[in-house]
């Protein structure tokens, strides 16, 4: 602490600071006083809080590496006309039911009269499902028709999920509880989730989930339901995601995951 000549700066030996070069004190260092400190303190305690209050909730946490993740399912139900949402619920409860995408005729015994090709371009057009060129389901999120890692055991049904947060998010659009056994696709090591009364316990304990997509647009079975995987621990998970160098992808605990799937497909049958 004290008096301090004033800084210099030489080019080619020259003071450009202007210094008078007679010694005397420019600067002076002094420690703060207690208000200052105070005044500080105060400062830091104000920015911290409002750092707080725009941190994301749990739900808001997992901003979609891109717009093929369909994080707005329920709305797009939601603003589907009543008979076309109809047709939608009774594909879905199908596949809880049965395990199996429903045929033509299981569709129109559910909703009487329903124009079920027509039914499905528009659903699809919304990616609540997808269908191939011949016009068959090859997905009605949650629900695979055909084997992914990802098995949900509903009771006495089986049934696939086309991705971790999807496979979480069925039990509770069904409200039911469930088992979901997978497999961390950088190790192979199997990976159990028991959900009971809305509750998880995770096998292995510090399991994590990938959330990520190899495209900003398109289809979500086209280009993030093969990247949503259940990883046995963050590790795992970081050392995949580090071999994919062209994927966006983030981490998720299990509180995000969970609480991620629950938003999505609750709705959808509430």
Excluded: K
Excluded at 90 to 95: D, E, K
Excluded at 120 to 130: F, G, K, N, Q, T
Excluded at 174 to 182: E, P, Y
Excluded at 240 to 251: E, F
């Amino acid at each position: 602490m004290g008096d301090y000549p004033s800084p210099s700066i030489l080019v080619n030996g020259v003071d450009v600071m202007g210094g008078s070069g007679d010694g005397s004190a420019a600067c002076r260092l002094d420690l703060p006083t207690e208000e200052r400190i105070r005044a500080a303190l105060r400062q830091a305690m104000g920015a911290e809080t409002a750092t707080a209050a725009t941190e994301p909730s749990p739900a808001d946490c997992c901003t979609p590496p891109g717009d093929a993740i369909r994080t707005d399912r329920p709305r797009r139900a939601e603003q589907l006309p009543d008979r076309l949402r109809q047709v939608h619920r009774a594909i879905l409860r199908h596949f809880a039911a049965t395990g199996t995408a429903p045929s033509d005729a299981d569709i129109r015994a559910a909703v009487n009269g329903a124009d079920t090709a027509n039914a499905l371009r528009e659903l699809a057009r919304e990616d609540l499902v997808a269908v191939d060129s011949a016009g068959r389901l090859v997905a009605a999120y949650p629900f695979s028709p055909t084997p992914t890692p990802h098995v949900v055991s509903l009771g006495d049904v089986e049934v696939f999920a086309m991705c971790a947060i999807d496979a979480l998010g069925m039990p509770f659009m069904l409200g039911t509880d469930a088992v979901i056994t997978s497999a961390d696709p950088h190790t192979g090591q199997p990976v159990r989730v028991t959900i009971t009364n809305g509750a998880a316990t995770y096998e292995p304990a510090e399991m994590v989930i990938v959330y990520a997509a190899t495209g900003a647009t398109g289809r979500s079975v086209d280009t993030c339901c093969s990247t949503i995987n259940f990883f046995a621990d963050a590790s795992t998970a970081q050392a995949w995601i580090t071999a994919r160098p062209g994927l966006a992808a983030t981490v998720l605990d299990q509180d995000q995951a969970i609480t991620l799937g629950r938003d999505i497909f609750e709705p959808l049958l509430a």
